[in-house]
């Protein structure tokens, strides 16, 4: 049976994030670990790939530059009611870096691989086992044995089914749709058309109990640029009498000169964080998505990427301590500037979708923007440069 100290249960951003920061941190553990990823790079992964800047403090900390993958820059980003709201520049850089998720990962992976780090691709793990003195990794080509289990499996991740099998999660659904750049049609963008470099959050669905916003990014695709579009649903107001998902997603993209029935809709839920997510067991801990991404946005490849960082210092400590419980990891990443974030994150997604009417939404974006930018840019971003700070 294969033996390592460190297995890591899916290679997307949080999995490889974990092995980058401990084979920079750890170098002695670098060939010590193992990623197990069911897919083979590059794969797909449903996401819209908006990376915020703490996405790029953490992989430039890593010494990784992530202007080498395909990558489109919104240049501002609007938080919008019924189109119209607050709209976020940032001082000579881009506000928002879009991504396509196979791309990124594949090359993440190249990077974590060109630290000496193993990953197996195309196996995929059934069960996690966690003895007393071990961690067996059941996969459907054979058993792995490990003295640490990391599970970056995501939001429908095995392992975290396996360490609490009878918990309960909260999960966001969330669709997507790509389209060409615009139909043709002539319009501005309150009549409806998008500015070409603007990246657009709206939260018109909430008075319709649907507790979220429809996005509409800039992206490319194979170097053609395309627009991604979609809708997120934290199901906050699930109790509550709501349209079908894809009905205002369809409405806004109708403003804009598109039928969404003539494009293939693609839908994934994300597990999200709340303070009282469970995220380890001895010998065993949870990152990224498995863990919980962030409650209201949605937004979980920095905090992917963030985890990976609190995870790997966990685990360089408990080694040296040769103390593998990992009983105050939940804590640390509760008090770290991640955890500080995320629940801040969690907070407002308790008070802003809840109190769905049309006045309070016009409230916050149209009439607060003041208040909401600077408290957005203390609470909610530059997270990452806090974190490096504590690292
Ligand atoms: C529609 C949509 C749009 C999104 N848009 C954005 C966005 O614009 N910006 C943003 O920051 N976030 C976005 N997100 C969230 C983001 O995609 C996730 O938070 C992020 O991918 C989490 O990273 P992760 O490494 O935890 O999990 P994942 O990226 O899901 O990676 C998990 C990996 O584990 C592998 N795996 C799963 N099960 C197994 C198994 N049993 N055995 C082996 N391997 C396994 C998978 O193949 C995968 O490679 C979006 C999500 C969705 C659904």
């Given amino acids: 049976m294969l033996e390592r100290d460190v297995i890591i249960i899916g290679g997307g951003p949080s999995g490889l994030s974990t092995a980058l920061h401990l084979a920079r941190d750890f170098p002695h553990l670098a060939s010590r670990i193992l990623i197990l990823e069911k897919a083979r790079y590059p794969r797909p992964k449903l996401c ?4 915020v800047i703490d996405a790029e403090v953490i992989l430039q900390r890593l010494g990784l530059d992530v202007s080498e993958v395909p990558h489109v820059d919104a240049d501002r980003i609007h938080f919008d009611f019924e189109a119209r709201g607050l709209n976020l520049r940032v001082s000579k850089r881009h506000a928002l870096r879009i991504v396509r998720r196979d791309e990124f990962d594949n090359w993440l992976a190249k990077q974590t691989e060109s630290k000496g780090v193993e990953i197996k691709e195309g196996i995929t793990v059934k069960n996690v086992v966690p003895f007393e003195d071990h961690v067996i990794v059941e996969t459907d080509q054979g058993d792995f ?4 289990v990391v599970g970056a499996d995501g939001s429908n991740g095995v392992t975290r089914r396996c360490i609490f099998p009878s918990v309960s999660v909260h999960t966001a659904r969330v669709l997507e749709v790509l389209t060409p750049v615009t139909t043709g049609m002539h319009s501005d963008r309150r009549n409806g058309i998008h500015q070409k470099q603007a990246a657009y959050f709206d939260f018109r669905p909430i008075p319709s109990n649907i507790a979220g916003y429809i996005w509409n990014f800039p992206t490319q695709v194979n170097g053609e640029a395309m627009r991604c579009w979609g809708i997120y ?6 109790g509550k009498k709501r349209p079908q998902l894809k009905e205002p997603l369809a409405k806004e993209m109708e403003r804009f000169g598109f039928d969404l029935e003539n494009y ?8 999200w964080f709340s303070p009282e997510n469970h995220m380890s067991v001895p010998r065993v801990l949870l990152v990224g998505d498995s863990a919980g991404a962030d409650p209201f946005l949605g937004e979980g490849i920095s905090i992917a990427l963030g985890y990976g960082a609190l995870a790997a210092r966990e685990i360089g400590a408990a080694f040296q301590r040769n103390e593998l419980s990992f009983q105050g990891y939940r804590r640390r990443v509760l008090k770290s500037p991640l955890g500080q974030v995320l629940f801040t994150r969690w907070l407002l997604a308790y008070i802003i979708y809840p109190l769905k009417w049309r006045w309070f939404q016009v409230l916050i974006w149209r ?8 408290f957005a840019w203390l609470f909610v971003l530059n997270w990452g440069k806090r974190m490096s700070s504590t690292l």
């Fill in 48 to 51: 819209a790939g908006g990376l």
């Fill in 145 to 148: 044995r490990a003295q640490v």
């Fill in 233 to 238: 649903d934290t199901n906050l107001l699930a």
């Fill in 264 to 271: 293939e809709i693609k839908g994934h839920p994300i597990r």
């Fill in 367 to 374: 009439i607060l923007k003041p208040v909401v930018i600077v």
